[in-house]
Nanobody, 122 residues
Framework: VQLQASGGGLVQAGGSLRLSCAAS????????MGWFRQAPGKEREFVAV????????YYADSVKGRFTISRDNAKNSVYLQMNTLKPEDTAVYYC????????????????WGQGTQVTVSS
Protein backbone atom coordinates (compact mmCIF):
# COMPACT_ATOMS: atom_id res chain seq x y z
CA VAL A 1 0.00 0.00 0.00
CA GLN A 2 1.33 3.42 -0.96
CA LEU A 3 0.12 6.45 0.97
CA GLN A 4 0.36 10.09 -0.06
CA ALA A 5 -0.44 12.77 2.49
CA SER A 6 -1.28 16.34 1.55
CA GLY A 7 -2.96 19.46 2.84
CA GLY A 8 -0.41 20.79 5.28
CA GLY A 9 0.59 24.41 5.46
CA LEU A 10 1.01 27.50 7.58
CA VAL A 11 -1.96 28.68 9.60
CA GLN A 12 -2.52 31.08 12.46
CA ALA A 13 -3.52 29.83 15.88
CA GLY A 14 -7.25 29.22 16.00
CA GLY A 15 -7.39 28.36 12.33
CA SER A 16 -8.21 25.13 10.54
CA LEU A 17 -6.63 22.73 8.08
CA ARG A 18 -7.80 19.54 6.44
CA LEU A 19 -5.24 16.86 5.74
CA SER A 20 -5.85 14.20 3.14
CA CYS A 21 -4.18 10.86 2.56
CA ALA A 22 -4.67 8.96 -0.68
CA ALA A 23 -3.95 5.24 -0.82
CA SER A 24 -3.05 3.10 -3.78
CA UNK A 25 -1.78 -0.38 -4.48
CA UNK A 26 -3.85 -2.31 -1.98
CA UNK A 27 -7.30 -2.95 -0.56
CA UNK A 28 -7.71 0.25 1.41
CA UNK A 29 -10.91 -0.81 3.17
CA UNK A 30 -9.07 -3.69 4.89
CA UNK A 31 -6.99 -1.42 7.05
CA UNK A 32 -7.65 0.75 10.07
CA MET A 33 -6.02 4.06 9.30
CA GLY A 34 -4.18 6.36 11.63
CA TRP A 35 -2.65 9.78 11.78
CA PHE A 36 0.55 10.45 13.69
CA ARG A 37 2.68 13.54 14.10
CA GLN A 38 6.28 14.34 14.88
CA ALA A 39 7.48 17.69 16.14
CA PRO A 40 11.15 18.73 15.91
CA GLY A 41 13.21 16.93 18.52
CA LYS A 42 10.31 14.78 19.66
CA GLU A 43 9.17 11.24 19.06
CA ARG A 44 6.40 10.45 16.62
CA GLU A 45 3.10 10.37 18.48
CA PHE A 46 -0.37 9.01 17.91
CA VAL A 47 -3.07 11.48 16.89
CA ALA A 48 -6.14 9.53 15.74
CA VAL A 49 -7.29 6.21 14.33
CA UNK A 50 -10.34 5.11 12.38
CA UNK A 51 -11.63 1.58 11.87
CA UNK A 52 -11.93 -0.14 8.51
CA UNK A 53 -15.57 0.86 8.05
CA UNK A 54 -15.23 4.24 9.71
CA UNK A 55 -17.64 3.35 12.50
CA UNK A 56 -15.04 3.62 15.24
CA UNK A 57 -12.63 6.46 15.94
CA TYR A 58 -10.23 7.23 18.75
CA TYR A 59 -8.20 10.35 19.51
CA ALA A 60 -5.25 11.42 21.57
CA ASP A 61 -6.35 13.56 24.50
CA SER A 62 -4.38 16.49 23.12
CA VAL A 63 -6.57 16.74 20.01
CA LYS A 64 -9.90 15.38 21.24
CA GLY A 65 -12.73 17.78 20.44
CA ARG A 66 -10.63 19.71 17.92
CA PHE A 67 -9.63 17.11 15.32
CA THR A 68 -11.87 14.74 13.36
CA ILE A 69 -10.69 11.71 11.43
CA SER A 70 -12.81 10.34 8.61
CA ARG A 71 -12.44 8.12 5.59
CA ASP A 72 -14.01 7.49 2.22
CA ASN A 73 -13.38 3.91 1.14
CA ALA A 74 -14.79 4.60 -2.32
CA LYS A 75 -12.03 7.17 -2.80
CA ASN A 76 -9.33 5.21 -0.95
CA SER A 77 -8.77 8.22 1.24
CA VAL A 78 -8.54 9.19 4.89
CA TYR A 79 -8.83 12.72 6.22
CA LEU A 80 -7.95 14.71 9.30
CA GLN A 81 -9.96 17.87 9.91
CA MET A 82 -8.06 20.05 12.34
CA ASN A 83 -9.85 22.95 14.00
CA THR A 84 -8.84 25.44 16.66
CA LEU A 85 -5.21 24.80 15.89
CA LYS A 86 -2.57 25.64 18.48
CA PRO A 87 1.16 26.33 18.10
CA GLU A 88 1.84 23.01 19.84
CA ASP A 89 0.12 21.24 16.94
CA THR A 90 3.08 22.20 14.74
CA ALA A 91 4.58 18.99 13.39
CA VAL A 92 4.98 16.77 10.38
CA TYR A 93 1.79 14.73 10.10
CA TYR A 94 1.85 11.18 8.79
CA CYS A 95 -0.93 8.88 7.69
CA UNK A 96 -0.46 5.16 8.12
CA UNK A 97 -2.23 1.85 7.57
CA UNK A 98 -2.50 -0.51 10.53
CA UNK A 99 -1.92 -4.22 10.06
CA UNK A 100 -2.24 -5.42 13.67
CA UNK A 101 -2.85 -4.26 17.21
CA UNK A 102 -5.08 -1.59 18.68
CA UNK A 103 -4.08 1.11 16.24
CA UNK A 104 -2.63 3.27 18.99
CA UNK A 105 1.03 2.35 18.58
CA UNK A 106 3.52 2.92 15.81
CA UNK A 107 4.62 -0.69 15.66
CA UNK A 108 1.18 -1.81 14.50
CA UNK A 109 1.47 0.18 11.29
CA UNK A 110 3.18 -1.38 8.29
CA UNK A 111 2.56 1.34 5.71
CA TRP A 112 3.39 5.03 6.06
CA GLY A 113 2.96 8.12 3.96
CA GLN A 114 5.72 10.64 3.47
CA GLY A 115 4.35 13.27 5.84
CA THR A 116 2.99 16.77 5.42
CA GLN A 117 4.17 19.78 7.40
CA VAL A 118 1.70 21.70 9.56
CA THR A 119 2.92 24.95 11.09
CA VAL A 120 0.74 26.94 13.46
CA SER A 121 1.86 30.47 14.23
CA SER A 122 0.97 32.26 17.43
Amino acid sequence: VQLQASGGGLVQAGGSLRLSCAASGGTFSRYPMGWFRQAPGKEREFVAVISESGSYTYYADSVKGRFTISRDNAKNSVYLQMNTLKPEDTAVYYCAASTYGSGLHLNGYAYWGQGTQVTVSS
